[in-house]
């Protein structure tokens, strides 16, 4: 049994601002360490510049401002942080069941990969949003204040090539996105690196799956339900799966089958988070653990979350703390159920 936390990091102003509160706050951690490890140690970061002020300026302004709070060059930062010609990540695992009324999932991965910071941002330049981060600057899911929700799911490395990171197109989507058709539009022109589904559904209850190659992206609907787990189902792009498709596919029939019992938001994130479920697990050893449970409600813009091994579950009214009303909250606590090295990387 490993302790496990999560700190939550709060903060209201500019965008250069916000880098440098965080870049603080990580200076020293095992972070910085993290991603020397699994990152290029240089970048074409003229392209990368290109790329976000296409889609996402501000953010420019962000690791500017990490860069400062980190003490470290500009290029080691880009390198580090901004998401663009990461190494090809290891297979993890998610997922999602969006309704007309709420979004729920799971992120699945290992904890010595994982950023450990949850963070409530309301730059001055662009949308608020609630979300976990990743790579520090991206986010491996989140709420923007227009009830924009969105989470990725890896699919393969097929056909990997130099592009963006799925959580850096995620926090791109939540900072500048207020409907699905606008994440749809975004999606679409993203440069993706890999195979990844995007997950994404608004306030009006519409929901959709974005399923992104470098070479295609395919979009798939559903009139009610739709679940979203590590597979490509949209017949032009099955090429790109993975051989071993089972524990996914099983993974989607499940969630499907939750569907039809109309369980409330709060019902199907216990389950989600529930250890004892089939959408639990803790291979943690193999990346393959859940590390978080993520839910959205349009309707009263309740956001619920807790940390594997929490019998803690935060609940904001993400109307309120856009509003200006702070958490009190700075950190959530919970356990990792197998023995891992937490500190190692």
């Not at 209201?12 to 509160?21: A, D, F, I, L, P």
């Not at 949003?129 to 227009?146: F, K, P, T």
């Not at 032009?236 to 369980?263: A, W």
Request: with cysteine; proline share 4%; net charge negative.
């Amino acid at each position: 049994m490993s302790d496990f936390n999560v700190t939550i990091f709060q903060y209201r102003g500019n965008s250069y601002q916000t880098g440098v509160k965080l870049g603080q706050q990580v200076r020293g951690t095992r972070i910085p360490r993290l991603f020397e490890t699994i990152t290029r140690p240089a970048i074409d970061t003229d392209n990368m510049k290109a790329i976000y002020q296409s889609f996402a300026p501000h953010l420019l302004e962000e690791l500017e401002g990490l860069t400062d709070g980190l003490n470290i060059p500009w290029d080691k930062a880009a390198a580090l942080f901004g998401g663009y010609d990461v190494p090809r990540p290891a297979a993890l695992g998610c997922s999602a069941m969006l309704t007309d009324s709420y979004y729920v999932r799971n992120y699945d991965f290992s904890p010595d990969l994982y950023d450990g910071y949850f963070s409530l941002l309301q730059p001055e330049e662009a949308f608020a949003s609630a979300g976990y981060n990743l790579q520090v600057l991206g986010r491996h899911d989140g709420v923007n204040q227009h009830g924009l929700v969105a989470g990725l799911h890896f699919v393969s490395n097929n056909g990997y090539t130099t592009g963006l990171s799925a959580w850096t197109a995620i926090r791109m989507v939540l900072d500048t996105c207020a409907t699905v058709s606008e994440a749809i539009d975004i999606l679409r022109e993203i440069p993706h690196a890999a195979c990844y589904n995007f997950s994404v559904g608004d306030k009006d209850g519409h929901a959709a799956v974005v399923e992104a190659s470098p070479d295609k992206v395919e979009v798939r609907r559903a009139p009610t339900l739709l679940t979203c787990t590590n597979h490509f189902q949209e017949e032009s792009l099955q090429y790109q799966n993975r051989p071993d498709l089972t524990n996914s596919v099983d993974r989607h029939i499940y969630i499907q089958s939750m569907g039809e019992k109309k369980l409330t938001q709060r019902q199907a994130f216990d389950h989600f988070h529930d250890k004892a479920s089939p959408l639990f697990y803790t291979d943690y050893e193999e990346m393959f653990g859940t590390l978080h449970t993520f839910s959205y409600s349009y309707e009263d813009a309740r956001l619920l979350t807790a940390i594997a091994g929490s019998d803690q579950v935060l609940d904001i009214n993400f109307d309120e703390w856009v509003s200006g009303k702070n958490i009190a909250k700075n950190k959530m606590q919970g356990i990792i159920a197998q023995s891992v090295n937490l500190r190692g990387l």
